[in-house]
């Protein structure tokens, strides 16, 4: 039986690069036409494979709604937060995590810092898209066409002398973060308060969450907080190895691990 399984399984990569018909199933199972045809019925019977009029097979619908399905329940806030704790454990700073919705980026996790000096973030709440750590990473994972109409629906508004002034700085600030892989806020929203971050990924390679970690000036220089970004992304690195179920591809985009 184990052996009847591991064939049938074997077909679905193989119908994942595209249909194939009978004869070359067979021929990369290593079985007779018989055995293929039976394993093809098995799995069609079941929805996770298809026969198009032209007799060849492909991947069925049952097995891409059962993907959809799975992918949707993975939860990424309880997979990132132990390792949010552990983090903020090493470090004693704050730790956020933000997903994006729509045109906002939203804290689904936040573990407080160790020191007196509180944040005012709170989970639930919109960060400030344009200034934010984490909303540059998740918008600098968008296709250009959706990051430049997202970049100009946007309001600049001047936090601090250091806030992005306008959608054109925006774009350019978004290239960098997407090619080096990871994005600060030194002072872009409150002067007084820095902050590191670093994606974490689904198992297409695409940013699902950002992670940050965020310290004032009277804890931390930004200098100091920024010789911590390698154990960030280290951490963002871990969690995506989990959340994915392996190590996700990246963009084509060159990843420097040094910050410059």
């Not at 020191?115 to 600098?140: D, N």
Request: proline share 5%; charged share 25%.
């Amino acid at each position: 039986m184990s052996q009847t399984v591991d064939r049938a399984l074997g077909i679905l990569p193989l119908l994942a690069r595209g249909p194939a018909d009978l004869g070359r199933v067979a021929e990369c199972l290593g079985v007779h036409k018989s055995t293929a045809l039976r394993l093809l019925r098995t799995l069609h019977e079941h929805g996770l494979v298809y026969r198009q009029p032209d007799q060849r097979y492909r991947l069925g619908a049952r097995l891409i709604a059962l993907a959809q399905e799975a992918v949707e329940s993975l939860d990424v806030r309880g997979i990132a937060h132990p390792h949010l704790l552990a983090l903020n454990e090493r470090t004693g700073h704050t730790v956020h995590l933000a997903v994006r919705e729509e045109d906002e980026v939203i804290y689904i996790d936040k573990v407080e810092s160790r020191y007196p000096v509180r944040m005012y973030s709170r989970i639930g709440r919109p960060v400030a898209t344009t200034v934010a750590a984490v909303a540059k990473l998740l918008l600098a994972d968008l296709p250009e066409e959706e990051r430049r109409a997202t970049a100009a629906r946007l309001d600049y508004p001047r936090y601090t002398a250091r806030s992005t002034p306008d959608a054109e700085s925006f774009l350019r600030e978004l290239a960098t973060v997407r090619a080096q892989g990871w994005a600060t806020d030194l002072g872009g929203h409150e002067e007084s308060i820095n902050c590191v971050a670093a994606p974490v990924r689904g198992a297409d390679g695409r940013v699902a969450a950002a992670m940050s970690l965020s310290a004032p000036n009277v804890v931390v220089t930004a200098d100091e907080l920024l010789a911590l970004l390698p154990l960030v992304r280290r951490t963002a690195e871990a969690v995506s190895r989990e959340y994915a179920g392996h190590t996700p591809r990246q963009g084509s985009a060159s990843r420097k691990d040094a910050p410059r």
